[in-house]
């Protein structure tokens, strides 16, 4: 199986599970078959970004420069 590249967007006011819980999935599989899934984060600007819970998050980057997903992740939240 190709590796496959999984987008998580974040912004202020996601959901701090609706991040972690999928990424600590795919995270998984990939430790359990590696080179399954590539992680990466990003926001719109680069910059942290607040959870609803108060915790801080720091992306791998901005969107626009984000690898192209195979798999586009959009975490439920206030924002």
């Known amino acids: 199986m190709a590796q496959r590249t ?3 967007v974040l912004f202020d006011g996601v959901q701090s599970l609706d991040v ?3 990424v600590e999935v795919f995270a998984g599989a990939e430790q359990h078959t590696p080179g399954t ?3 990466s984060t990003a ?3 680069g910059a942290p970004v607040r959870t609803t819970s108060g915790l801080t998050v720091v992306p791998d ?3 626009a420069d984000a690898p192209e997903p195979h798999t ?7 924002g």
Do not use: E, N
Request: avoid cysteine; charged fraction near 15%.
């Open 43 to 45: 926001s719109l600007d």
């Open 61 to 63: 980057g901005a969107l």
């Open 37 to 39: 899934y590539r992680l």
């Open 6 to 8: 999984v987008l998580v």
């Open 20 to 22: 972690t819980g999928p």
């Open 72 to 78: 586009l992740l959009v975490p439920g939240g206030r």
